[in-house]
């Protein structure tokens, strides 16, 4: 849309939003793009070392909870568009601290929409608030079945019942003061560039070190992959094309168990380290459970792909087998994290497990 020039990412230092970034800065070199994160833990500007010089580029260091800084940053900038990503965003974290959840991911979202619906009060002619959220809103499913738009709000754990709020203000938003908005739920990404603490980079940087590879239970908890990078397509394509109102479900159509996806990810490792087969696999480890641990996530994006013609491109083995050739080859960016705060987390999580 042609009016929507002046565009806020929010979280865009972290492990989507990066990608995010850097596919709307490639895109449209006639907009300006302002990337506000706070720089937690999990933001790291490394991840846009390739683009920070770009003219269309701005980074401000802003912390979504402080209103202040919020508006400030609207008055700046006088936004057209918002693609807001910035969130705490692991489910382990928000079981032993959940408070943080509650400031980012709500308080977070309604500072900013505030803050538009203040601006934008008068015309929201050509403006836009895209809220990315997640499938784990949806709850947990049986064997059977897929997350649809329909699907009824069941969240489970603090980090998805947090994220659910903030869904349920943005639509109460557009429904109430007619804020122009749209979400979309995704499932879970893997790709270059996630903190280790989450399944797949943790695993790549374990058996890289030699190290156990903690798996939950039995590993029999299913989760729905898609590729980074589709994700950042889909969201490119839904805040340009999406209705308002609307919201899209993103997916794979990729399920794993989790034992077979680390089986799996310990093969291609095996090849990649030259090691012999089955060294890898001998690293698993079955670990106590997460508390409420959702059993199986699946997402139906049928509406996506019929009415924006979206599709995910890797297969699964070729995107995992990117994904581990970046870690590998990107050793730097992994040494930096796992040399600072990182190594306190993992101790904390994990021993005694
Ligand atoms: P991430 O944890 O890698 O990055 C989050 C980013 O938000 C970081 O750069 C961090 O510094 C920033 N941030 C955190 N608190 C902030 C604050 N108070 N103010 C400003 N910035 C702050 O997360 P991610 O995995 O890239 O997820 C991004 C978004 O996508 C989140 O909203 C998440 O709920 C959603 N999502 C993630 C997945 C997934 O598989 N990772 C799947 C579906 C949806
Ligand atoms: O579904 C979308 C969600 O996917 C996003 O909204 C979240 O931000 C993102 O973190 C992710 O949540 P999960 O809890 O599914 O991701 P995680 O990588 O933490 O775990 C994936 C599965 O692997 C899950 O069943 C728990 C299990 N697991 C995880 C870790 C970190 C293990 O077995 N061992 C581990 O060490």
Redesign the pocket.
């Known amino acids: 849309m042609k009016s929507k020039r002046v565009i806020l990412i929010?979280?865009?230092?972290?492990?989507?939003?990066?990608h995010v970034v850097r596919t709307i800065v490639s895109n449209y070199p006639d907009y300006r793009i302002v990337n506000?994160?706070?720089?937690?833990?999990?933001?790291?500007l490394e991840n846009l070392k390739d683009i920070e010089n770009k003219e269309n580029y701005v980074f401000e260091k802003?912390?979504?909870?402080?209103k202040k800084a919020v508006v400030d940053l609207f008055d700046k900038y006088l936004f057209d568009g918002i693609i807001?990503?910035?969130?705490?965003?692991?489910v382990d974290r928000s079981i032993t601290g959940p408070d943080?959840f509650v400031?980012?991911?709500i308080v977070?979202t309604v500072n900013l929409l505030n803050a538009a619906l203040a601006r934008w009060k008068g015309s929201f002619d050509g403006k836009l608030f895209y809220h990315?959220?997640?499938?784990?809103v949806y709850g947990s499913l049986g064997r059977e079945g897929m997350f649809t738009e329909e699907t009824a709000y069941d969240p489970k754990s603090p980090?998805s019942a947090s994220?659910a709020s903030s869904d349920h203000m943005v639509r109460a938003y557009n429904h109430t003061f007619g804020i122009p908005v749209v979400i979309s739920?995704?499932?879970?990404?893997?790709g270059p560039?996630?903190?280790p603490e989450?399944l797949i980079p943790l695993a790549i940087n374990n058996i890289k070190n030699n190290k156990p590879v903690p798996v939950y239970g039995k590993g029999e908890n299913i989760r729905d992959w898609?590729y980074?990078e589709d994700?950042a397509s889909a969201i490119d394509l839904i805040f340009h094309n999406g209705k308002i109102g609307e919201t899209y479900n993103?997916g794979g159509n990729n399920e794993w168990k989790n034992i077979d996806l680390i089986s799996l990810l310990c093969r291609i490792m095996d090849k990649k380290l030259n090691r012999p087969a089955g060294t890898s696999e001998k690293l698993i480890t079955f670990v106590k459970d997460r508390p409420g641990h959702d059993l199986r996530y699946a997402i139906d994006s049928s509406k996506l792909q019929k009415e924006l013609g979206w599709s995910p491109i890797p297969s699964f083995q070729t995107g995992l087998e990117k994904t581990v050739a970046w870690y590998l080859s990107n050793s730097k960016w992994l040494e930096n994290i796992i040399s600072g705060d990182y190594s306190k987390y993992y101790d904390s999580m994990y021993s005694g497990r």
Do not use: M, P, W
């Not at 994160?37 to 999990?42: E, F, G, S």
């Not at 739920?185 to 893997?190: D, E, G, L, T, W």
């Open positions: 929010t979280g865009g230092a972290g492990f989507i939003g990066s506000a994160d706070k720089l937690t833990y999990a933001g790291n802003t912390d979504i909870v402080d807001h990503l910035a969130a705490e965003s692991h943080e400031l980012t991911n977070g990315i959220s997640t499938d784990e980090y994220k739920n995704c499932s879970n990404n893997y560039n996630q903190f989450k898609l980074v994700h993103i």
